[in-house]
């Protein structure tokens, strides 16, 4: 088995192999930043795009619906029991 794999290597040294170039780790990281770099501006134009189809089907849902005045209850502010007066003790 040893002798089998030793052949093999010897085989692969004799194949003339180049060696890499000096510069060849710095352009491959330099590679990989501008995938990211790509992939990011990707991410961040189909954030917005799709923040802009929400906008103008928001718009359009909404759009020459009628207005309607309707007095407000919210049961967190409205009573005494729950006013802003009322939690912060100050008296009336």
């Known amino acids: 088995m040893t002798s ?6 010897n085989t692969l040294k004799a194949d003339g192999i180049e060696p890499l170039p000096a510069d060849f780790s710095s352009s491959v990281w330099s590679r990989i930043g501008e995938i990211q770099e790509r992939r990011s501006a990707y991410k961040s134009n189909a954030l917005a795009g799709v923040m802009f189809l929400v906008a103008i ?8 619906q009628p207005v309607m005045a ?23």
């Open 4 to 9: 089998n794999l030793d052949n093999i290597l």
């Open 57 to 64: 089907g928001a718009g359009f849902g909404t759009a020459e």
């Open 70 to 92: 309707q007095t407000g209850f919210s049961s967190l502010t409205d009573g005494p029991d729950y006013s802003p007066a009322g939690l912060l003790s100050i008296s009336q």
